[in-house]
């Protein structure tokens, strides 16, 4: 009986590539594991994917009486919604630990470091196994992602030395060439629906009891949204209504400034602006030197709600 190995809903490419380099390593071990992922890719997955010549996980959401590891969560809301019916044997992860429980042990490697891909790494080193060119470049894209070029608050020495350690691997000469082409093609946002665009990089989260909705576009250079501002607004003011969500923010990234255009839409604008001891002005604020959504977003956003 195979294992499904999976990220989150809306995956990005720590989820996807975290999924098939897991079900790697897994079938290495001896272990019978095939990735899977819960929703289409975004475009510097499709990027990787195609460089690193990988196929795409199939497309699955069901998993109930099947044995399931997950990869880059561990929160109900970003899970398969049959997840109680499912045989849950392990988690990776690198965020702060959410709220999914078991009824029996399970293995579990969670680490606050910049990627879940880079514990993965650890892993294949822990079991002493080989890593592939296609999966090392799989893995190294996530990372560089992930850490924002090693930019984000959220990345660690161990990070830069699993990229320093898989780019040779993967055949990557020049592992930030790389990194400046994966968000160029992240940047790449004309002609895309605004919708797809505010759902790219879109997570929910439970926040003493209210929904809240939290997105984050990283781009190269943040004028590219100058006219589809207002559009993202009224799309976020929409999702919602959809969702009966209490807040929803969007994150407009500058990864060279390094900072973010936070577009808010809230049933109590005031809980926003305790949490970044910021102003909105229409709803818009720059925070200087925010990066990280996991670091630097939910976690004083958690503690004004409480």
């Known amino acids: 009986m195979t294992a499904y190995v999976m990220g989150h809903f809306i995956p990005d490419a720590d989820s996807i590539c975290g999924a098939i ?18 929703g289409e890719p975004n475009p510097e997955t499709k990027y990787a994917l195609e460089k690193f010549g990988v196929e795409l996980p199939e497309l699955r959401t069901e998993f109930a009486g099947e044995d399931i590891y997950i990869v880059d969560h561990s929160d109900r809301e970003l899970a398969p919604k049959d997840l109680d019916e499912a045989n849950l044997k392990g988690i990776v992860d690198h965020h702060k630990l959410g709220d999914i429980t078991t009824n029996a042990p399970l293995e579990c490697w969670i680490r606050p470091v ?12 822990f079991y002493n196994v080989e890593i592939p060119a296609s999966i090392a470049g799989l893995m190294l894209t996530a990372i560089l992602v992930d850490t924002v070029i ?7 020495p161990v990070d830069i030395k699993a990229v320093e350690e898989l780019a040779p691997i993967a055949g990557i000469e020049d592992y930030k060439g790389y990194a400046l082409e994966l968000f160029k093609v992240k940047s790449a ?5 605004v919708r797809e665009l505010v759902k790219r990089d879109f997570k929910d989260f439970d926040m003493n009891g209210n929904k809240v909705g939290i997105g984050q576009l990283e781009v190269v250079d943040l004028s590219i949204f ?23 923010l969007l994150l407009l990234t500058d990864i060279m400034k390094e900072g973010s255009e936070l577009i808010a839409i809230s049933d109590d604008a005031s809980i926003i602006e305790k949490a970044y001891d910021k102003s909105l002005d229409n709803g818009r604020v720059w925070l200087d030197g925010v990066l990280s ?10 503690k004004a709600f409480s």
């Not at 090693?150 to 660690?156: A, E």
């Not at 946002?189 to 629906?193: N, Q």
């Open 114 to 125: 910049g990627c879940s891909n880079t514990i993965i790494k650890e892993m294949f080193d």
């Open 150 to 156: 090693f930019k984000s608050p959220t990345c660690t």
């Open 21 to 38: 380099s897991l079900a790697y390593l897994k079938n290495q071990i001896g272990e019978d594991a095939t990735p899977v992922r819960l």
């Open 189 to 193: 946002v004309e002609g895309t629906p």
């Open 226 to 248: 100058d006219s589809i501002k207002d559009d993202l607004a009224a799309d976020i003011a929409a999702l919602k209504e959809e969702g009966n969500r209490h807040s929803v």
């Open 293 to 302: 959504r996991k670091k630097q977003v939910v976690p004083p956003l958690q």
